[in-house]
């Protein structure tokens, strides 16, 4: 049935494994039960691989643990000619072989890599080799991402336009993106950073970008007027994570109040600062600002209304966004305030 060639006889139908152009795995959803990894599976994904000559995705949404390198062995020996894309969940004492392994399959365009757990950075690990993935246009991080992030760093990356990276409750050190970024940023477009950065500095980096999203509840600048050192001259949009507790709404935002109130007014005060910020004196082409949090609009729905500070403080901003001729949307691409049905 999954025969990988076409048959001899041109009136027959081809097989499955032919006509095969995805192969995706989804999260193991059993309730009271954990997600095993897919090490018991190891000898039937690397067996179904080889019958899929022209297969260009593979997803893999649960651990693969360790049959990470023989899938990606598989992989790279059978679905080279035309695997463009791969999301891939492994432990972080692999992280160390993934650029590797990447850079085995040449017509890679889009990647997505999470690492669950943490790996320290060896030295064996930081020097590693330096290899090229030519085609590779966009990759997404997720989990301890220190031992890959430095992996992609010595790494040629020629088309790599598009770069996010989602670790933001799990503490790690904001030069790593920093140093990645000073290899790779110049030719970036879209960066998405769902974690603490110092955004004047990354901005510098990536002088090119038309889009950049980061964590509007964790910015480090002591002045948060001088989110720029100097006028970003190409950035149209600007996503803002976060922002749980500007209209103070929602199950996060009374918990948050319940346990320390101080703290989450300094938060909300923070995002005002940041919305003052996001201008066209400090971004000239500035077209839009997203709120990309599922999670608020959510919220706002549900509540569907406003204290009197919290809605002060939308009328404020989208007054202001307006006076500037700049779009102040929700994560849906809407305008803020226009809730879907």
């Not at 999954?2 to 006889?9: F, H, R, V």
């Not at 850079?103 to 330096?130: H, R």
């Not at 949090?293 to 500070?309: F, G, I, M, Q």
Request: with cysteine.
């Amino acid at each position: 049935m999954l025969d990988s060639y076409l048959p001899l006889n041109a009136s027959a139908v081809p097989s499955y494994g032919w006509w095969t152009k995805r192969i995706h795995i989804g999260p193991y959803i059993w309730p009271g039960h954990d997600s095993p990894s897919l090490e018991e599976y190891q000898e039937n994904i690397v067996a179904v691989i080889p019958h899929c000559p022209n297969l260009e995705v593979f997803i893999a949404e649960r651990s693969l643990g360790s049959s990470f390198q023989p899938v990606m062995d598989a992989l790279a020996l059978h679905g080279f000619h035309f695997l463009h894309t791969i999301y891939l969940v492994i432990p972080g004492k692999y992280a160390s072989k993934v650029a590797g392994c990447l850079g085995a399959l040449p017509c890679l365009v889009a990647a997505q890599i999470d690492i669950e757990t943490y790996v320290a950075l060896t030295e064996d690990t930081a020097s590693g080799l330096q290899l090229e993935i030519p085609y590779i246009q966009q990759i997404l991080l997720r989990g301890h991402t220190g031992t890959l992030l430095e992996q992609l760093r010595k790494c040629a990356l020629p088309l790599l336009s598009r770069f996010s990276l989602e670790n933001n409750t799990i503490t790690h050190n904001p030069t790593d993106v920093e140093r990645f970024l000073t290899h790779h940023g110049s030719n970036l477009l879209l960066l998405d950073l769902k974690t603490y950065v110092n955004v004047p500095h990354i901005l510098d980096l990536c002088p090119n970008l038309d889009s950049f999203a980061f964590n509007a509840d964790c910015h480090p600048t002591p002045h948060i007027a001088n989110i720029v050192n100097q006028p970003h001259p190409k950035l149209t949009t600007i996503g803002l994570h976060g922002l749980y507790y500007a209209f103070e709404v929602g199950t996060r935002y009374s918990l948050a109040m319940a346990s320390c109130p101080s703290d989450t007014n300094d938060i909300a005060h923070l995002n005002d600062l940041i919305m003052d910020a996001l201008n066209k004196t400090n971004f000239p082409e500035l077209l839009r600002i997203r709120v990309v949090s599922r999670r608020v609009l959510e919220d706002l729905k549900e509540s569907n209304s406003l204290s009197d500070s919290g809605h002060d403080r939308w009328i404020r901003w989208v007054q202001a966004c307006a006076s500037a001729g700049v779009r102040l949307e929700n994560c849906t691409g809407h305008l803020l305030g226009q809730l879907p049905p």
